[in-house]
Each structure stands twice: as structure tokens, then as C-alpha cells.
């Protein structure tokens, strides 16, 4: 347990680091956070990646910075749970009703790593309602907390931009006084 603690922990440091090394805009850089966070809220596991990338070149915002928060909201620790929510709400929210046992089955096939044609088809074979169920119900889900995760990523690359000018007009400073005069 201790050895997965560790992994965790560093697995959690290393994308923090990566996501302070990305460059852009503090908009574009929020933007993208948001998009990814939506996009791990919504049962598209598949296809994840591939709409965030088409995403952010719609809207010019950061694919770097979706991918990853999109990776840190929707991981093996949180696939199921993600499907959970999204069933009950879309069960709750639509006319149409979907059993649990035949997420999990669809779940297991992305879990093992079947290959990207065989997860499309066993998307294909749940039929329109389940998509229907699953995607109102990540939407409702995905949408609230993308908005405000992009007003909370604003405001941490914000912070973040800050202290990057200031390291840059101390070093700029240390550099003049330096120089021979």
C-alpha cells in the first residue's frame, strides 16, 4: 500500500510540474483545463483525447493543458464512479432507463485495453438510448464544474503568470548589477 501511496504521489507531482511548464495565454491555458475537465466528466472515454485536441483548435485554446486535467479527472481511480453519476442523472433526466451491469461491461472493455475499433463498436452495440442516458448525463454533469474549474484555473495561472514576471525582473535586476560599470 505504501509503494502505491508513493506512485500516486508522484504520479500527482509530475503532472503539477507539467502543468505549470505549459506556455500560453492565462485564458487559453483556463480554457483548455476546462475543456479537458468537461470532456473527463462525459462517458467519451474513447475519444477523449481526439476531442480535446479538436476542441482547443475551435476555440485556440491549450490541447496541453485539456489533456492533462482531463487525464487527473478521468483515470482507473474514476472511470466508474464518472459512469455512475452519468447513468443516474441521465436516468433520472430522460424517458429512456439503462442497468448498471451493462455499463460495467462496457467500462471492462476500455479497461482492458481492447483495441480503439473494438471500444467504438462496443460503444455502437449499447444503441442510441444508453448514449443518449450516458451523454445527457455527463453533459449536466461536466458542464457546471468545467465552468467553474475554468474561473479556478484562471485564477491559479493568473498567480502562476505573476510570479513568472516577477522571477523574470528579479533575474532581469541581478543581471544590471552585475555588469561591469
Given at each position: ?32 483545463a ?11 472515454m474513447?475519444?477523449?483525447?481526439v ?45 429512456y ?23 467504438l ?10 448514449i443518449v ?29 505573476k ?17 561591469p560599470?
Amino acid at each position: 500500500m505504501k509503494a502505491f501511496a508513493m506512485t500516486l504521489q508522484r504520479a500527482v507531482k509530475y503532472n503539477y510540474l507539467k502543468i505549470l511548464r505549459v506556455r500560453g495565454t492565462v485564458h487559453a491555458l483556463s480554457l483548455g483545463a476546462a475543456l479537458g475537465i468537461f470532456f473527463g466528466l462525459t462517458p467519451t472515454m474513447p475519444l477523449h483525447t481526439v476531442l480535446i485536441i479538436v476542441t482547443a483548435m475551435l476555440t485556440r485554446s491549450s490541447a496541453i493543458t485539456g489533456i492533462l486535467s482531463s487525464w487527473i479527472v478521468c483515470n482507473p481511480f474514476t472511470y466508474i464512479p464518472i459512469y455512475y453519476l452519468c447513468l443516474q442523472l441521465g436516468n433520472k433526466l430522460t424517458p429512456y432507463e439503462l442497468s448498471w451491469q451493462r455499463i460495467k461491461e462496457l467500462v471492462a472493455h476500455f479497461t482492458n485495453h481492447d483495441s480503439f475499433i473494438t471500444s467504438l463498436k462496443e460503444v455502437a452495440n449499447i444503441g442510441f438510448e444508453a448514449i443518449v442516458i450516458l451523454m445527457v448525463g455527463g453533459i449536466v454533469l461536466g458542464l457546471p464544474i468545467a465552468i467553474v474549474s475554468y474561473y479556478l484555473f484562471y485564477i491559479f495561472f493568473n498567480k502562476l503568470e505573476k510570479i513568472k514576471h516577477e522571477r523574470r525582473q528579479l533575474n532581469k535586476e541581478k543581471r544590471q548589477n552585475t555588469l561591469p560599470r
